[in-house]
């Protein structure tokens, strides 16, 4: 049962806050010689409790539970899961990919589960083998109703992917509507705006965009027609954001959506940067589990860095901002 009280979970929040990893700890990986070392610095940061770290997939366990305790806490002190829900929705969204694909293309994806969600992803996997959904939330039930529907006609990936995004979407948008909280309103609408503006230039084909077109954001499907064709029709639909209008003119250069992407993402979380010092605000919690989330991408990629070789500044094209500092 979720405690109701604002401030101690805020206070909670704090101290693990203490946790988040600093500039210093994460330069530290980068300047790492090779992986070994790479991986040395990452225990010593505290990532994998205690425990040594000597491969990539050691480092991947310890990341992953990581993340899964970050988001339990804040599932567990939350006072306003409407709005730590449009954060934790997504695993079970996932989940259900993974587990709607198990069933009708007879795929053993099981190491893909993750845990952290709103729903235990034993129950989800069960009311999918079964085809029994009536004690999932409705907008998943009707969405897997749909689903069954829809993958008789046509059993593939992609019908599964494009219909759970979409109802995915339109789930997060339900329950940011009824947050108490304009900046959780905020950040779904941007990040499903956002995600519908990379789809439009990855599809490069308006008939296919509008298939996958993601319901809840504030630009309707028309405003992205044939806007691979047009970078300044992009920057005018994002009139008040010069970083994804800067990041539009370096993906009408020729750079590709890598600055794009990045751009994307780092606003998002400084949505709840900005509010995070107020004791009284439910910002701290979600962005405590978004900086969470963002800390494991950055290792995650610093560490591929020294496993493939890349590129100094192809690493950094991709960081994510570090809410900590």
Do not use: C
Request: net charge neutral.
């Amino acid at each position: 049962m979720p405690q109701r009280s604002l401030t101690y979970a805020v206070s909670r929040i704090r101290v693990l806050e203490g946790r988040l990893l600093t500039a210093d700890q994460l330069e530290r990986v980068r300047q790492a010689a090779d992986l070994p070392a790479a991986l040395k610095a990452v225990q010593e940061a505290g990532v994998s409790g205690g425990r040594e770290l000597l491969t990539a997939e050691a480092l991947e366990s310890a990341l992953t539970s990581w993340e899964e305790a970050a988001a339990r806490v804040v599932a567990e002190v939350s006072p306003d899961t409407a709005a730590t829900d449009t954060v934790l929705l997504p695993i079970d969204y996932h989940n259900l990919k993974v587990f709607v694909k198990a069933r009708y293309l007879q795929t053993d994806a099981s190491s893909l589960v993750l845990r952290g969600g709103t729903i235990d992803p034993a129950r989800l996997a069960s009311a999918v083998h079964d085809n029994r959904y009536g004690g999932l939330p409705e907008a998943m039930k009707d969405a897997l109703a749909a689903l069954d529907k829809r993958l008789s006609v046509d059993p593939s990936p992609q019908a599964i992917d494009i219909l759970l995004d979409q109802a995915m979407a339109a789930d997060l948008a339900a329950r940011a509507a009824s947050s108490r909280n304009d900046t959780v309103r905020a950040y779904v609408r941007d990040h499903i705006d956002l995600s519908n503006l990379l789809a439009a230039l990855r599809l490069r084909d308006d008939a296919l965009f509008e298939a996958a077109f993601l319901p809840g954001g504030s630009l309707p499907a028309q405003s992205f027609r044939r806007i691979y064709e047009s970078p300044e029709a992009a920057r005018a639909l994002f009139e008040g954001r010069a970083d994804i209008r800067e990041a539009l003119k370096t993906y009408a250069a020729g750079h590709g959506l890598t600055h794009l992407e990045r751009a994307a993402q780092d606003p998002q979380l400084s949505l709840f940067a900005r509010k995070r010092a107020r004791n009284d605000s439910i910002e701290a919690i979600v962005g405590y589990l978004l900086a969470r989330r963002a800390e494991a991408a950055k290792l995650r990629l610093l560490v591929l860095q020294k496993m493939d070789n890349l590129p100094e500044d192809a690493v950094r094209a991709r960081e994510r901002m570090n809410y900590a500092g």
